[in-house]
């Protein structure tokens, strides 16, 4: 039986909009409140799965083409590379640091290597769920 | 002081196991690149173990936080010792696996595996936290989840699932354990909780709590809940057995020295019996089993049951000479255990069996097999030029000093199976009449045969030259009995 999902997939288009808003907001209020890469991640990637129930598989793999376990594995190095970083300035593992600079336009912002290490736990975890989620759907 | 070296025994494998993932085609790149990280592991361990003979404890404050706030990684010789072990034998698995696993497994990631499970076996042995403890075991299981199940075959899926089921199980107790202690201590650090205990004294809830520790590090261990263990490490590819073999127990058995020296060493008279009757059942239970199966994976694996038990003798007795025998014998066995795995490895890859009524004979067929076997069968035993002698006499001396006869018997006799076990497999496989013709003989393989060779090498080499690792296993054995060593290190430095 072909199902009728034109509602959903109406919706779908205008919702992922907003959760990928939510998702990026959460990840950079991470920085100081509850939010962060993990979070940030899960967002992102209930975003993908959403895509995945309305269109399917395909539809979203030509959309997003990227090898997710790849795109997990990129996260992971990402987590352990900015923890050499401080080998480099010899200062104890994972140390991190920030700083105040003025951005043109923007003015004062603050920047701190911390955010390195949270891009990459976001991608880990986009990766990890997506893959899990893509091999559950390819068993059934 | 900087000490960033610390982490690079974790991180190194952590590292190279993500990288494969990048080059999943590459697999000859592949192997090159987690043999090569392996080697630069072992020779970093080594010089991290020198330096803690001139310099003492070492630690390193992630991120910069001092304890007992922050999580951080405690080198002493003990642990280091163990680093140094693993990543010699992870060496001599992976040369094993590179002619035996197959390209299937090999493009499933398997080498990516191998590297997270060996990170996550040397974070344990190195972490000087509770909840970091957790985590490192925990990233040891999911990868050896996967190398348990990866292949796919029917026995491996069924041993899997009993795998998972019963370490999800023992990983929830531990967690519950870390939430009762800090509950109870307020604190994680392990020196930290050391301290904390000797000054309030440990009160029967404490020993309750070390108790619900003792059930967990025993699980993991094989000590006494050891059911579950025959089966998963029969199940996966010999090298993966090997690895397993050699390498999972001893982190349960390394937590376990930890926690019953370093922490809850107050009431020697509950958890230390309790530990030595454990310790006497297991090896009464694996002797039992190993001369009751007539598969040779079961007899292997009943024999790393056997030694799990002889190592917490040790423990048990806690004496100087008993625990720097438990130290010796842990090393021996690791290296010992390995080697006998991808032994029976070959022999089922060569026969297609592991039934023993099944075989015979190979000894005309594969000469160089039968004489390693007999090797690493005498080195078991604890007969004299080999590693395994030096760890027996030690563990028996303690035992006498300290008059636990009861121990010491069953320790004894526990030997004579483990060498009656082995022999049975000896006679029935390599002696007698051969079964395979010369036409039908397939070839042995330079790749298995090199590192049963070199581990073999490694027995020998320990036997003879135990005078040269005597300093770190002294100075190891040192620091585990005085743990004011350990907390001076940790937290007033």
């Known amino acids: 039986m072909k199902s009728n999902d034109v509602i959903l997939q109406a919706v779908t288009k205008i919702v992922v909009f907003i959760i990928l808003t939510l998702a990026v907001y959460l990840f950079f209020s991470g920085h100081n409140n509850p939010g962060g890469g993990f979070i940030g991640g899960l967002v992102l990637a209930a975003a993908v799965v959403l895509l995945i129930l309305a269109f399917d598989v395909n539809t979203m793999q030509r959309a997003l083409p990227f090898d997710f376990k790849v795109v997990g594995a990129l996260g992971g190095f990402i987590v352990i590379a900015t923890g050499f970083g401080s080998l480099l300035f010899d200062v104890p593992f994972l140390t991190q640091t920030m700083g105040e600079f003025d951005v043109p336009f923007f003015g004062e912002m603050e920047f701190s290597t911390v955010t390195i290490f949270e891009v990459g736990v976001a991608l880990a975890v986009v990766g990890v769920v997506v893959t899990i989620i893509l091999s559950i759907s390819k068993d059934v | ?493």
């Open chain 2, 1 to 493: 002081m900087m000490n960033n070296m610390l982490v690079l025994p974790m991180v190194i494998p952590l590292l190279t196991g993500i990288f494969l993932i990048f080059i999943r085609r590459y697999i000859k790149l592949q192997k090159w690149i987690s043999l090569s990280a392996m080697i630069v592991n072992a020779g970093i361990s080594f010089y991290i173990l020198n330096r803690i003979q001139s310099e003492g404890i070492l630690r390193l404050d992630f991120g910069g936080w001092t304890p007992p706030f922050g999580i951080l990684f405690v080198a002493d010789s003990f642990s280091v010792l163990l680093v140094l072990t693993s990543s010699i034998v992870t060496i001599l698995c992976l040369l094993f696996a590179f002619s035996s696993i197959g390209k299937a497994k090999e493009n499933m990631f398997f080498y990516s595996f191998v590297n997270f499970l060996v990170a996550g076996v040397n974070g344990s042995f190195l972490t000087g936290d509770l909840f970091n403890l957790y985590v490192f075991f925990e990233v040891m299981l999911l990868a050896s989840y996967v190398l348990v199940a990866l292949g796919g075959e029917k026995r491996q899926l069924r041993e899997s699932i009993k795998y998972v089921a019963i370490n999800i199980l023992s990983s929830w107790i531990f967690l519950v354990g870390i939430a009762y202690l800090y509950g109870t201590v307020g604190t994680l650090n392990m020196a930290h909780l050391s301290e904390r205990i000797a000054e309030v004294g440990q009160t029967p809830l404490l020993t309750v709590i070390s108790v619900l520790f003792m059930i967990v590090f025993s699980l993991k261990a094989g000590l006494f809940l050891y059911y579950w263990l025959p089966g998963s490490y029969g199940a996966p590819p010999p090298a993966v057995a090997a690895l397993f073999g050699a390498l999972l127990t001893k982190v349960g058995i390394y937590a376990m020295f930890r926690f019953f020296t370093l922490i809850f060493y107050h009431e020697p008279s509950i958890t230390h019996t309790i530990i030595g009757i454990l310790a006497g059942l297991t090896m009464i239970g694996g002797s039992i089993g190993a001369v009751a199966y007539k598969d040779i994976r079961q007899v292997v694996t009943y024999n790393v049951v056997i030694a799990v038990g002889f190592i917490f003798v040790g423990l048990a007795v806690a004496t100087p000479a008993a625990i720097e025998g438990s130290i010796y014998y842990l090393i021996h066995d690791m290296i010992v255990k390995a080697l006998l795995f991808l032994l029976a490895g070959t022999v089922i890859l060569l026969t297609g069996t592991g039934r023993m009524d099944k075989m015979s004979g190979l000894i005309r067929n594969y000469p160089s097999l039968g004489w390693m076997f007999f090797i690493v069968m005498l080195s078991l035993a604890g007969v004299p030029p080999l590693s395994g002698f030096i760890g027996k006499v030690l563990v028996g001396q303690g035992a006498i000093e300290s008059g636990h006869y009861v121990l010491l018997t069953l320790a004894f006799l526990s030997s004579i199976f483990v060498l009656y076990s082995l022999l049975r497999v000896f006679l029935n496989c390599f002696w007698g009449e051969t079964i395979i013709s010369e036409e039908d003989e397939r070839p042995l393989k330079k790749g298995w045969v090199i590192p049963c060779v070199l581990l073999v090498l490694a027995t020998i080499g320990l036997g003879l030259g135990a005078e040269s690792i005597a300093v770190y296993v002294s100075d190891a054995a040192n620091t585990l009995l005085n743990p004011e060593i350990y907390i001076d290190a940790v937290l007033n430095d």
